[in-house]
């Protein structure tokens, strides 16, 4: 089973710019969050999707954050304009929960790590 | 907050001896988490425990929950170099969130050979 995909895996970007994250989750899985790691912290939940409806997006900065999930598959996040305090790994994750009343484990991808300069 | 807090920050131990952690949160959950994650990469799940489970094994990882103190524990036994990662603990509220984790900051658990 091929696991959760996400590009690019480094991106170096100035202040201001605009950035975007691509991630293919696991073929079949409902639900698909991002995160954002900042060094030396826990993963913190930015958006959760189940297909592709917005189920949770309190903790994303939505002046400058979006997020999208075409088709209930991949997803692209971006942030525009970046500001220093972005730089971090964004990390998505996806399961096969459906919203019933069992959870399912969440899958990580590798991440993306953003410095923004 | 709802984030799980993981105790010590840092642990550093020989291999064959056993990596205790620890996990505290401050609010009701559905189920807690564990997971590892390795220098550069994305995290691995472990184990999920359930609120009305009090004890788990899988492999050389035995996870306890109290959920009266509202608390974890992970032990790995027999450690290797390879268990060399940092270990999260996260929560599950459950109900209208459910599915949703929240991290802690993490355990860095160093193994040397």
């Known amino acids: 089973e091929a696991g959760v995909a996400q590009s690019p895996r480094y991106k170096i970007i100035e202040k201001r710019q605009s950035v975007a994250f691509w991630c293919n989750p696991i073929?079949?899985?409902?639900?698909l969050y991002w995160y954002q790691q900042i060094l030396g912290q826990g993963p913190k939940l930015l958006i959760q999707f189940q297909n592709n409806g917005v189920v949770d997006d309190s903790q994303l900065p939505k002046d400058r954050f979006s997020a999208e999930r075409l088709k209930g598959v991949d997803s692209t996040l971006k942030i525009q304009p970046a500001k220093l305090e972005d730089s971090a790994v964004y990390l998505c994750?996806?399961?096969?929960?459906?919203?019933?009343?069992?959870?399912?484990?969440?899958?990580f991808g590798p991440g993306t790590r953003l410095t923004v300069l | 907050s709802q984030q799980g807090e993981e105790d010590p920050q840092a642990l550093s131990i020989q291999e064959g001896e056993n990596a205790t952690m620890n996990c505290s949160y401050k609010?009701?959950?559905?189920?807690l988490q564990w997971y590892r994650q390795n220098s550069g990469r994305g995290l691995v799940h472990l184990i999920l425990?359930?609120?009305?489970?009090r004890e788990k094994h899988s492999g050389r990882l035995r996870v306890t929950l109290d959920t009266s103190k509202k608390s974890s524990s992970l032990l790995i036994t027999a450690s290797r170099a390879a268990d060399t990662a940092s270990y999260f603990c996260?929560?599950?509220?459950?109900?209208?969130?459910?599915?949703?984790?929240?991290f802690g900051r993490g355990t860095q658990l160093t193994v040397w050979p």
């Open positions: 994750a996806s399961s096969a929960y459906r919203g019933l009343t069992s959870t399912d484990t969440q899958y």
């Open positions: 996260a929560t599950d509220a459950g109900g209208s969130t459910l599915g949703r984790l929240y």
């Open positions: 609010t009701s959950i559905n189920n």
């Open positions: 425990i359930r609120s009305n489970e």
């Open positions: 073929s079949g899985h409902a639900t």
